[in-house]
């Protein structure tokens, strides 16, 4: 059975840099779950980050830097290593990651001003994740991700 590795936060963990979580109540989620199909990853708390910190954006020259200035690029990096190593040691071809987020989204991303305005884009994680041949989708895309799983 397929193993598909997800963001911890869309679990309800309470991962995220204010200390919440984004918990998705997706049938399929509970169903993968029940299956044993999940492998469950916050990539910002892998690279060493703590519970609660400071919002990070990735900035236009690629760096990630935290609301004060901060760069916490390789503690983003060291994540992103550590999801890419979970999907090769379970063979995982498929991740479902927290659209916007700095380390997580696939689509969009936070512009790097810190105003709230998002812009096209891909999380540290995300990227890498795709540079090695692993499919990301976001929370808004499940069943498109369990349609490729059937």
């Not at 498929?94 to 380390?103: D, G, N, R, T, V």
């Not at 096209?120 to 499940?142: D, K, P, R, W, Y």
Request: glycine share 8%; net charge neutral; charged share 20%.
């Amino acid at each position: 059975m397929k193993k598909i590795l997800v963001s911890a936060c869309l679990l309800g963990e309470k991962v995220r840099y204010d200390g919440n979580s984004q918990q998705q109540h997706h049938v399929m989620l509970n169903k993968w779950q029940q299956q044993g199909r999940i492998i469950s990853i916050c990539p910002e708390v892998a690279g060493g980050l703590t519970i609660p910190r400071e919002p990070a954006e990735i900035q236009p020259d690629s760096r990630v830097i935290t609301q004060k200035g901060i760069n916490v690029g390789h503690q983003f990096l060291l994540g992103a290593e550590k999801a890419l190593f979970l999907c090769q040691k379970y063979e995982i071809r498929y991740a479902l990651l927290k659209e916007s987020s700095p380390s997580c989204g696939s689509h969009t991303i936070y512009d790097g001003t810190f105003s709230n305005s998002k812009i096209s884009g891909m999380g540290v994680t995300a990227a890498l994740l795709e540079e090695n041949g692993i499919q990301v989708f976001s929370e808004h895309q499940i069943d498109e991700l369990n349609h490729l799983l059937n």
